[in-house]
Each structure stands twice: as C-alpha cells, then as structure tokens.
C-alpha cells in the first residue's frame, strides 16, 4: 500500500468578507502578493490560493504581472 501525503496543510482555507474585498481591492490596485501578504497577516502561499480561487470565481482579472 502506498503511504499517503497530506499537503497544503498549514495552508488558510477560511477568510472573513473583509478580507476578500481588500484582497479584490488590493489586487485590482496592482499590488503585489507580498503586500497583499503584509497587509492581510499571511502567507504568500494563503495570497495564492486565494488568487486561485476568486479568479475561478471571476471575482478578479488576470494582470500583466500575473500573481506576483
């Protein structure tokens, strides 16, 4: 039997509302992950997943200097 690795898991799953809509703010003002990290109290990993998943929301656009 194969041994199992669980991943992603320090990662953040859950955010307030606030959160998202500075993270949308944020993003749509260009801000690079590292702010948005800064600002929001986590990692660049969390910023990531987050970007992942509003984008597959179409809550934010694809900009030039992508997810950095």
Same mark, same amino acid.
């Given at each position: 039997?194969?041994?199992? @690795?669980?991943?992603?898991? $320090? ?7 606030? =959160? %998202?809509?500075?993270? @949308?703010?944020?993003?749509? $003002?260009n ?6 990290? =800064? %600002? ?14 509003q ?14």
């Amino acid at each position: 039997m194969t041994k199992k @690795v669980l991943i992603l898991e $320090d990662a953040r799953f859950i955010w307030d509302e606030e =959160e %998202v809509k500075t993270f @949308v703010e944020m993003w749509s $003002d260009n801000k690079s992950s590292y702010q948005i990290a =800064e %600002v929001l109290n986590c990692k660049i990993l969390d910023v990531a997943l987050l970007v992942m998943d509003q984008a597959e929301k179409g809550k934010i656009k694809q900009r030039i200097r992508g997810i950095v």
